[in-house]
């Protein structure tokens, strides 16, 4: 059978977006998403961001930002939160037990929202730079005495700025952040633990060559200040200075590497959180910083649960009772925190090691850990199972086996069922399948669908988390454009999508009969598999594809080397003229003029331009799936080259969001799209929603399922 084609046609498209604030899980670290884009109207270029997704990882190229837009805020039971424009889709768990997407707008009370809770492994030993000029921050005094003068200048000069962030100042932040306060132009921490101020003592010293005094109380260590102007307003640039209900995570520290961020979470829960009967708890006044706690925590693979709680103030004699969030670790996270970052102290571990060794005592998971439905759709197949009452399984008026339900299927109630239980439940049906005969093919092809199910879900490693709250708001968003066929990224710990039009059409008609494919494909994995690039220099940043390769301009034609080489002036002997001559490049050649001049200079110009256009059909005609879907036709010889196939479709958006003259943008502005006849759909979706474009769609698309289907059919008669 014959592939059909469909080549999708468009501008960059954008607008499926979320709040400013929301935490975007990079290769880098985490990132807020208006970190990485820009703040003007439409899409953007950026600098190419390597993201987290459902399936891996894969890279952004370009944002998207809008001003005051409607938005959904949804709050889950345990306290995580995501908020964006109305048609943001994300990953829920429906009732039928699939993973489907759905958007803000769409979502309910009864929905069951998908967290990802496997941990993320981003650069282990990358650098943090700090850009603080101490001259630009120096404050301006009304004293102009010649001894105040010299004051300042000497209070500048004894403060050194080190050039990265280090463990120790790392833990100043965590320290600063639970127990510290800002006076004007001085910064205090507040312990009773002489180890803990001395730590500080030793940063301060060590990083600044601050000096600084521990005074104490009674014999107990009280507080740690440091007087030094240009020090406060070193911290207050990197953003931990703030009053306690305004205390956050700035972004100097969110974009830590992990091991930076575990030395800052062990000296913030030393300071502001312990062990707390059977869980890990932090209290702070804040409910940004706790949020955004939450969502590190994440990052690490330790779940948690956030709660508001009224009490009296620790640092106050006024009885008043105040709101508080409650930050709490239980089960077998605490495991992941006592192995991930773990405490300051000594005393603390040893609190740590005592819990964590009941923990170890125990096989329950905690409900948070649970599969909403599946207990219910496990019991419905169980109860149309040839099973007596007695445990005998009866096949043909035969008893063939006496078998009994896992309990761990009843452990939870609403459908529910944890991780041990799944895994009873896969051992229960598989055997289930061995007993049962050839002539009993629908309940084996219904088991091995559960099967199949319960083996996504234990792949994914998903926590399931109920809606609690949905508010409406509004507020600017921003969105990010991913290349490649994976459309999802990681928001705040859910699985957010900016799906594209391929995307709607695989996903409404999920099945096996439709693959996605890329035209600039077959050039980078030549690149990647045959001469060696790494993914990063050629999916990767500016900075990635910059990165110099093993090929020389040396070995190139020499007329290559003279187009891309340097103009330079010869003077010509025994005269005072000199003349203008073009020497060929030299050197090693980065990732991106490998690409450059080996797909276009060589492989293009030498040989034919559609090249790389005949490699995606070739490739499509290989692998032969039914349904080729193409997501980047943007040039006159890649639509040529699709309509010369027999079955050939072209889909052409004309929404223009912004300006941009580069050629794979503007190249088709003037093609005749009428001329390629019923082949071609034409939406101006310029003022559609996705849902009326999409409506537009499926009539198309289904004409071509249709001939799909009736192909097979008759190649199945046929036999």
Known sequence: MKTYIIGVSAKKQGGKCLVGDSIVFTKNGLKRISCLTHNSEGVSTIDKVRLFDESGTGFASHGYFKKDCHTYSITTNYGYNIEGSSNHPVRVFSKDCEFIWKKLKDISLDDYLCLCSSGFGYSGNRKIEFKFDKQKHVLKFKDKSESRRQYIARNIKDVSIPKNFTKGFARFCGFFIAEGNNYGNSITVTNSDFNILRDIQKTLHEDFKVYSDIFSYKNKASKISVNRLIFVKFCKSIGICGSSGDKCISDSILNLPKYLLAEFLKAYYEGDGGVDGNSISCTSKSYKLVKDLQTILLSFGITSSLKTNEKYASNTKLKTRRKYYLL??????????????????????????????????????GKMHSVPFLKSKINSFIKILPIKKNGNLVVGGKRVAKIRKPQTISQFVDGGINRKGLIDSCNYLKKIICILDKNNQDLIQEAKSILDLIDDVLKKDIVFIKVNKIEKNQKDVYDLCKDGNDHSFISNGFISHNSSLCDFIYNEYNNNDIKIYSFADPLKRF?????????????????????????????????????????????????????????????????????????????????????WVNATISLIKKENPPIALIADARFESEINALMAEENGHVIRLTRKICEDSHPSETALDTFDFSKLGERCLVIDNNDMMESEKNEIVRPFFEKIRDKVVNVRSLMIENL
């Open 527 to 611: 690149c990647i598999d045959a001469m060696g690039l790494k993914e990063e220099q050629c999916y990767g940043s500016d900075d990635d594809k910059n990165t110099l390769t093993e090929y020389n301009w040396e070995t190139l034609p020499w007329n290559i080397g003279v187009k891309f080489g340097k103009e330079i002036d010869v003077p010509i002997k025994g005269t005072n003229i000199s003349s203008i001559f073009k020497a060929p490049r030299t050197g090693p050649m980065t990732g991106r003029e490998v690409l450059q001049i080996f797909g276009s200079d060589i492989m293009r110009d030498m040989f034919s331009d559609k090249i």
């Open 328 to 365: 709490r670790i239980c089960g077998k996270n605490i495991l992941k925190f006592r192995n991930e970052i773990g405490f300051f102290s000594n005393s603390k571990n040893k609190q740590l090691d005592i819990l964590c060794d009941f923990i170890l005592g125990r096989e329950r998971n």
